[in-house]
């Protein structure tokens, strides 16, 4: 049987259409690409097994070491209030404006000497900031900061280079039953998720919006525009910078990969040509 040129026309569309849908649910949408993986099993602190982003830098050899597959980053003196730090440098691949980034960690531990008592006490911290070496200053950042002995955790921001430390919380939790060994973060400059594991158990799987400013104010004053450094740090004070003895933080693994997201009228305007293209075949003789 025939179908009429009006059924036809209208089945033709619903087709395109769809194909229009499925092409601006993934258009321009690449694979994730990995831009630090480091398994720490290569015994040469500052080099990666892969990377795009350039070799670990901005360390003191005394606070860092490398054995057994086991990365160990420590304060260097109980005396003063002072971090150790290991990072990479400011790269425009880091740039949660353009791209979903995520870090996945596993086989952490936050050890040390002193009370871990307070919230932010002995404090672990993984995150972005638009300049090298400190979440702290002028510069923007970010953080999932791990603390209370490795029982407690908090995400803060610190956006468009506002004068605190990234303490502004938009997720935060103490007391876990266990010990955080594992996580994985992903996020945008709205959006991010973190679940945090202790061996195969989720502790924590919560997802949310924030703001990270814009690029064009991230970074101000360096032209970064969006790019940061990657940053992992521990640090040995309480709130009000009193030494609480020595603290370190050990990762078995990290890969920091980056998906970039095609601008919303890319793929619309790609999407209203399917359509266009539809409407135009289903009105052809």
Not at 9 to 35: D, K, Q, T
Not at 236 to 244: C, H, L, M, S, V
């Amino acid at each position: 049987m025939k179908l009429p040129p009006l059924f036809r026309a209208s089945a033709l569309l619903r087709s395109l259409l769809f194909l229009a849908a499925w092409v601006l649910a993934g258009a321009g949408i690449s694979p994730a690409a990995v831009l630090l993986q480091d398994s720490f099993e290569n015994g040469i602190k500052a080099t990666p097994d892969s990377s795009s982003i350039g070799n670990w830098t901005n360390f003191a050899d005394a606070g860092v070491t490398e054995s057994g597959g086991v990365l160990t980053v420590m304060t260097t003196n109980s005396g003063v209030s002072n971090s150790g730090n290991f990072s990479t440098t400011v790269r425009p691949e880091l740039n949660p404006f353009t791209s979903t980034i995520q870090f996945s960690v596993t086989d952490f531990d936050l050890a040390g000497t002193g009370d871990y008592a307070a919230d932010n006490t002995g404090r672990f911290r993984i995150g972005l900031t638009s300049t090298l070496g400190s979440f702290f200053g002028s510069n923007d950042a970010f953080a999932l900061e791990i603390n209370n002995g490795g029982h407690g955790f908090r995400l803060g921001t610190k956006a468009d280079n506002t004068a605190n430390d990234p303490s502004g919380s938009v997720a935060s939790g103490f007391g876990l039953t266990s010990a955080i060994t594992a996580f994985d973060f992903t996020f945008t400059s709205t959006t991010w998720d973190l679940v945090l594991y202790s061996g195969e158990t989720i502790l924590f799987d919560q997802a949310g919006n924030w703001s990270l400013g814009d690029a064009a104010n991230w970074g101000a004053g360096t032209a970064n525009t969006g790019a940061s450094s990657l940053l992992l740090a521990v640090q040995n004070t309480n709130t009000t910078g009193t030494p609480t003895g020595f603290k370190s933080f050990s990762i078995g693994s990290i890969e920091v990969s980056a998906t970039i997201v095609p601008e919303p009228s890319r793929a619309l305007l790609l999407g209203l040509a399917l359509a266009g293209l539809a409407l135009r075949r289903s009105r052809a003789p």
